[in-house]
């Protein structure tokens, strides 16, 4: 399964370490912690999730099978906001 970032819709922005996104196409925030800001990134610049649970696992020390299922669930949240959209 493939994710595209949402370009049309949504405009994020880092603050800090974190982030906002905001959907225009239903006027609603989402504030993005650290790691979920650098999921949606990663997808925005078509980083394959692969590399982006590779990315997180040398950063804070987590098991690959615990990123890629804490990875899983993040990106159905931002499939469900509409963020990313399936391909």
């Not at 987590?62 to 949240?77: A, F, G, L």
């Amino acid at each position: 399964m493939s994710y595209q970032f949402n370009a049309k819709d949504i405009l994020i922005t880092q603050l800090g370490e974190e982030g906002v996104a905001f959907n225009s196409a239903t006027n609603e925030y989402f504030s993005l912690n650290e790691t979920s800001f650098k999921i949606l990134k990663g997808i925005e610049n078509n980083v394959p999730i692969e590399a982006i649970c590779q990315q997180l696992e040398n950063e804070y020390e987590i098991s690959p099978s615990d990123c890629k299922e804490q990875v899983n669930k993040t990106i159905q949240i931002f499939v469900s906001k509409k963020l990313i959209i399936e391909e």
